[in-house]
């Protein structure tokens, strides 16, 4: 597509930059994605509108003949399979009956500060621990605090902020996981026989992840509420509306608000080893997935698939084998029966056609961008005018600009680490800041933009309106961004 970036210019732009004002304007992401992606293949098809909107709903069958894409979608919609069982077992009311029981130990009452800045952190620490990958960690989060959270009285969207916040940070700044397997990969691709020392240089300068991570508990702990985040607390602590009136939560509350089946005991086992089923499944599931194309032998070559693995096989297959797991254990407690599951599992995944439909805008909203060369084109304009002094602040924003507008930090990565690295040797700047700039500009990016999957996903895991998710963290993505520009300003100008 080098001709797309050659000729198209500014109008690579316009079609992400509609989508993501129209959503975070209208609160109609499904709209916005539509008429984005509309846009961008009437460019393409050289303003004939018949032949733009013909392009536009192959799109949408293009993601799915990407066997990445189809993994995820599908994994989307078995998610509600596993949410309803666990709903129906009675292990969800289980498991918050355990944890208000120790919160009474611990605490005063029931929705006392004490008691929301205990579950905030152990929810944070937990979205932390699962570093092996986005999905698993935004997922569990999700389904084992968002009943905790609705209990005391937390908004939906505290709990979006902490565990979207989480995740992909984490990731970032602990890379023994599919992310720092593909980073490695584009290192090797400029030059880099030895990338693994190269990628854990960059930890100490990736001020992005680092100032996230320590925003959540500075929220946390001193209850620093701003913008949509504090008229959501407000409105949660007056008038007891965990969402906002209007709201629409990309689960549908037939799934999220399921009662448990009648005349069954409340086990908490009954949704604790379900969801550490998936968490354990994972990194075997890795290993599986990546063993034929590993290196060495033994716990090396154990190694070495783990980062080398097919993280949307490996998370379908996960939470395909955390159903089965389930469906035996409520069968042989006599909970339910299999025709009762069965219909259970499709009337779950029914509840989850929204998110799945959004997924697949979102994924074909990419790959428009990448057809029109979106990143490219702002890649090539920043080395325009770039200084060896503003090197790392204009390769965090451009990566993060870049993030905002395609919404994926992993695409944003594959275009900037190949301008940061011949950009920081030719001037004579420390390739580790400006690796870390780009890494950590792509996370921004992809945390304040509606069209991220991680985003999404997170969304579909806590059960909150997209929309509400996405306005209520970007006040603190921006805080965390404007401490890491303040960062590589005075690095840049230190000349580190």
């Keep these: 597509m080098e001709a797309a970036v050659q000729t198209l210019g500014f109008w690579s732009l316009i ?66 399979a596993l949410i309803a069982l666990i709903q129906k077992s009675g292990g969800v009311e289980g498991f918050i009956a355990r944890i208000l029981n120790f919160l009474t130990k611990v605490g005063t009452k029931q929705a006392d500060k004490g008691n929301r800045r205990i579950v905030e952190t152990i929810s944070a620490l937990t979205g932390m621990v699962l570093f092996i990958e986005t999905n698993i960690s935004v997922l569990t989060v999700g389904t084992l605090y968002r009943p905790i959270y609705d209990k005391l009285g937390i908004p939906r969207e505290k ?16 890379p023994f996981n599919a992310w720092g397997a593909f980073i490695m990969g584009l290192l090797i691709a400029q030059g880099f026989s030895e ?30 509420d701003i913008g949509d985040m504090k008229k959501a607390e407000i409105r949660a602590r007056d008038e007891g509306k965990i969402l ?23 086990r908490a086992f009954n949704m604790i080893i379900p969801v550490a089923s998936m968490v ?21 070559k154990a190694w070495s698939a783990l980062t080398k693995g097919s993280g949307s096989s ?17 069968k042989i407690q006599g909970l339910m029966g299999i025709r009762e599951m069965t219909d259970l599992c499709l009337k779950g995944m029914s ?11 979102a994924f074909a909203l990419n790959n428009m961008c990448r057809d029109l060369g979106t990143g490219q084109y702002m890649a090539d304009v920043a080395q325009g005018f770039i200084t060896p002094a503003l090197v790392p602040t204009i390769l965090f924003i451009v990566a993060a600009i870049i993030g905002f ?68 963290q970007i006040p603190y993505a921006l805080v965390a961004g404007t401490g890491a520009v303040i960062l590589y300003l005075i690095l840049g100008f230190a000349d580190v």
């Design 15 to 80: 079609p992400p930059l509609v989508a993501i004002v129209l959503a975070l304007w209208t609160r109609e992401v499904f709209i916005a994605l539509a008429v984005g992606i509309w846009l961008g293949y009437l460019i393409l098809a050289g303003g004939d509108p018949v032949a733009g909107t013909l392009d536009t709903i192959e799109a949408q069958i293009a993601v799915m003949t990407d066997t990445g894409n189809a993994r995820l979608v599908i994994f989307t919609l078995i998610m509600g």
């Design 159 to 174: 709990l979006s902020y902490i565990t979207d916040s989480t995740c992909a940070p984490t990731c970032i700044l602990v």
């Design 195 to 224: 990338p693994f020392p190269v990628l854990m240089s960059t930890i100490v300068f990736n001020f992005y992840p680092i100032l996230t991570l320590l925003l959540i508990f500075v929220v946390i702990w001193t209850g620093w």
């Design 244 to 266: 906002r009136d209007g709201a629409v939560p990309m689960m549908d509350d037939s799934i999220s608000m399921m009662a448990a089946k009648e005349d069954i005991p409340h």
């Design 280 to 300: 354990l499944l994972m990194p075997i599931f890795l290993i599986y997935t990546g063993w034929g194309g590993a290196d060495g032998a033994g716990l090396a």
């Design 314 to 330: 490996a998370v379908l297959y996960a939470v395909s084998g955390a159903i089965l797991i389930a469906m035996i254990m409520y």
């Design 351 to 361: 509840g989850m056609v929204g998110i799945t439909l959004l997924t697949v805008l």
């Design 405 to 472: 507008s395609t919404g994926t930090s992993w695409g944003t990565f594959a275009i900037m680490i190949a301008v940061a690295v011949p950009l920081s040797e030719s001037m004579g700047v420390n390739v580790n800041i400006a690796l870390a700039a780009v890494l950590g500009g792509g996370i921004f990016g992809d945390h304040c933009s509606p069209t991220s999957d991680t985003t999404i996903i997170t969304s579909l895991a806590t059960a909150n309106d997209h929309i509400d998710h996405v306005r209520t």
